[in-house]
């Protein structure tokens, strides 16, 4: 019986220990580091008055207003400090009511090498209680999601209370957002040349963009046109115009800001640098070239516009959540965090730039057939058009806009729009017999045809390389980029063999199904459909001359598919349509 009473009693305490630490790993869940002392130190109270002395010597009236007003609100004995996504950390202290806003409001400074560089004010309005609005603060800053259920709102502003970034939450879910983007306005003529930025209030609901708004514009009337100089040089115009206070910058751009990287690394060894800016990048040790190269870079966006002649994704206005730019200038590839109004960026590869090229491909006005022929090839298991451009080194993103309409007496044509920006059309009132392998044969041709001319715009440096509109020439200037100097058959060929391939696998699993493993060269049906994109080029002739049987087999391959029937019946190069027809 004793037994029995023991046992039960034992058994009740351990389900009551499970429920203890079930409860509390809930609990950990919804708050994870609410039970962690992150009480700052005196030296950080010091630090932040420290801050409010320096913004003080650079300050106009109007900003030593707001500055006073700021620092005589916060409760410096109030004062936590928390880690950062960056190896920056974050001091957050609670503050009165400030004028003109209301709900919870803090006080957040970014502590970089043990100094204060920048700093922010939120705001937090909800019908939670028992909740730890520090952790609410770093989570969105971290853009952790992990146990983020947060129902509210969340404003974050600068010292002179101008809105940067505003996200409502239901159960840790984005519900509306909007952020201060900037976007380039070029020079400005005046007493002084300047270049400016305007400043847009961009609000998104459910992911879309549903109000853009003007709000100011800024420019940096020193003269230098980078983007850079102190918070009162920059102007709301350059002729006598009142200065704007976004207030926070508190560093100098020093020699102390620059990476220190470690005197004798190992391979892989990974170092992480933050700027004042807050800008954080992650660099790896490569030993086979004894050199530190880019793994990843957090990017705010609110400080492109301070940095633009540093970061090429300026030029791309408003984005939405998880939208992905590519900066042709540092060739890093971003990817937009709404929740946090941050890009992160990795390094550009063939198969990242090779696949943004096959997303970017607008098929919104092709007819219905092209357009299923399109998504077939896009769709493709391993021979689908990223891997086109892979294995052409496509080395730079484009936009291609197909369309279907009159091209005339060609099958199909492409030409520039602007720079990097392509249309191609597809004709539909010619050709309408022909299958779906060769329309399949025919975009990939275009496409391709945009790709060369994106070479030679970064090549030529050419605005209008109108003389490069013909396929044949755009070849060889492909061939002429690849192999400068070179006049030998055997480089025109080489380049010639590395088309064909691409395209020629592209084409057979389109048809087949069956997708072609790395090496194994496509059937020759495939590759003569491929050879037949190049029958104008100077090595196609001297590879098939005329009136041999390889080139009227060729010759006859594209016939059939161009018009849908058998060519050549009752010859040795007969050669019946594999495709089929669109209707």
Known sequence: MKKTVFLKTCLTKAIMLILVLFLSNCQEREDPIQENNHTASEIHKVKVNDYWNQLKLNSNEEQLSIIEELS????????KIYDLRTTEKLLIADAKSLQGLDGITKVIFYLNENKIVRSNIVTLKTNETNRNYDNV?????????????????????????????????????????ATLSPTRKGQRTGKTQASCVEYWYIIRYGGEIISQVLLFTICDCSGGGGGGGEEASKMSNCDNGGTIFLGGSGASSSTSYKPNLPLHPVQNQVYRFTDPDGVSTDYIFNT?????????????NIIIANNRDNYGILDYQ????????FDPNTRIFYTYEQGSDSWIGIPATNLLIAQDIE?????????????????????????DIANVFTK??????????????????????????????????????????????????NILHEITHAFFLTLVEDYYGSDNPAVFNEFPVLFQAYVNIKYPQQTEDKQHLEMANNYVEAIGAALQEFQTGVSLANGVKPDQIYTDLAWGGLREAPIYEKTFPTGTAERLRIDNRLAAEQTGHAIGEGTAQQQTPMGKPCN
Do not use: H
């Open 359 to 383: 997303k970017r491909i607008d098929d919104s006005q092709l007819d219905p057939c092209p357009k299923a022929v399109l998504n077939k090839l896009k769709n493709a298991t391993n021979c």
């Open 72 to 79: 005589t609100a916060i409760d410096i004995n109030s004062l």
């Open 392 to 441: 052409l080194n496509a080395n730079n993103v484009y936009n291609v806009n197909i369309i279907s309409g009159d091209a005339g007496n060609k099958p199909a044509y492409t030409s520039r729009s602007s720079k990097n920006n392509f249309t191609t059309i597809l004709n539909n009132k010619a050709y309408t017999s022909s299958t779906q392998l060769y329309k399949a044969a």
């Open 288 to 300: 086979l070239t004894n050199s530190w190269q880019i793994l990843q870079v957090m990017l705010p």
């Open 137 to 177: 603060i770093s989570a969105v800053l971290n853009a952790d999601k992990i146990g983020f259920n947060y129902s509210g709102e969340i404003t974050f502003l600068s010292l002179s209370k101008t809105k940067l970034l505003y996200n409502k939450y239901d159960q840790g879910k984005i519900i509306e957002n």
């Open 318 to 325: 408003f984005p939405v959540n998880n939208q992905k730019v």
